[in-house]
């Protein structure tokens, strides 16, 4: 069974740090691009970064460039995303996904809260 | 950035009618490779997205069949055959055929009258 399960959200002061993690199964997960998709409360779904299959190449959206750096850990199935200076409009849940990969997966999210 | 624009944002449906959302793009999303990476996603209520629909018309394992996808260029529709209870959501359409950034539309609720 293909399953994503996303961690390592909660809630942060603005400017504080999170890294996410997502671990993958039931896939061979060398294999995919994998990328991060966020949604704010209440608000549509946004792209927020990607990550090449052998983790050699990484794109961010223009909102999240230079303070979000993508990883990938092929050997163990993690992606990760390191979060740094966050900002309340950072306020979302955080999805893994390959949104082009030959089979649907979307992990359950994790909650990220940035707010004093 | 190819902004990719649906309508309308909000549906409300008849159990058993029929039911269609349209999405345009900025430019012509047919990629380099000949491919068009146009895909449509339901969530429902509390859920994760779920991919409906990949490359305009393909349907994902496990889709019902009333659910289809056509479009081409810059014009692409999702159309429910006759509406479900469980079709209650918001539907959005994705391309990855000019990246970065991937982009998504704006989301189109759709719920029961």
């Known amino acids: 069974e293909v399953q994503l399960v996303e961690s390592g959200g909660g809630l942060v002061q603005p400017g504080g740090s999170l890294r996410l993690s997502c671990a993958a199964s039931g896939f061979t997960f060398s294999h995919y691009w994998m990328h991060w998709v966020r949604q704010a409360p209440g608000k549509g779904l946004v792209w927020v970064s990607h990550?090449?299959?052998?983790?050699?190449?990484?794109t961010y959206a223009d909102s999240v460039k230079g303070r979000f750096t993508i990883s990938r850990d092929n050997a163990k199935n993690m992606l990760y995303l390191q979060m740094n200076s966050l900002r309340a409009e950072d306020t979302a849940v955080y999805y893994c996904?390959?949104?082009?990969?030959?089979?649907?997966?979307w992990g359950q999210g994790t909650l990220v809260t940035v707010s004093s | 950035d190819v902004v990719m624009t649906q309508s309308p944002l909000s549906l409300p449906v008849t159990l058993g009618q029929p039911a269609s959302i349209s999405c345009r793009s900025s430019q012509s999303l047919v990629g380099s490779d000949g491919n068009t990476y146009l895909n449509w996603f339901q969530q429902r209520p509390g859920q994760s997205p779920r991919r409906l629909i990949y490359k305009v018309s393909n349907r994902d394992s496990g889709v019902p069949d009333r659910f289809s996808g056509s479009g081409s260029g810059t014009d692409f529709t999702l159309k429910i055959s006759r509406v479900e209870a469980e079709d209650v959501g918001i539907y959005y359409c994705m391309q990855g055929s000019h990246w970065p950034p991937w982009t998504f539309g704006q989301g189109t609720k759709v719920e029961i009258k």
């Open positions: 990550i090449n299959s052998d983790g050699s190449d990484t």
């Open positions: 996904t390959d949104p082009f990969a030959d089979v649907d997966f």
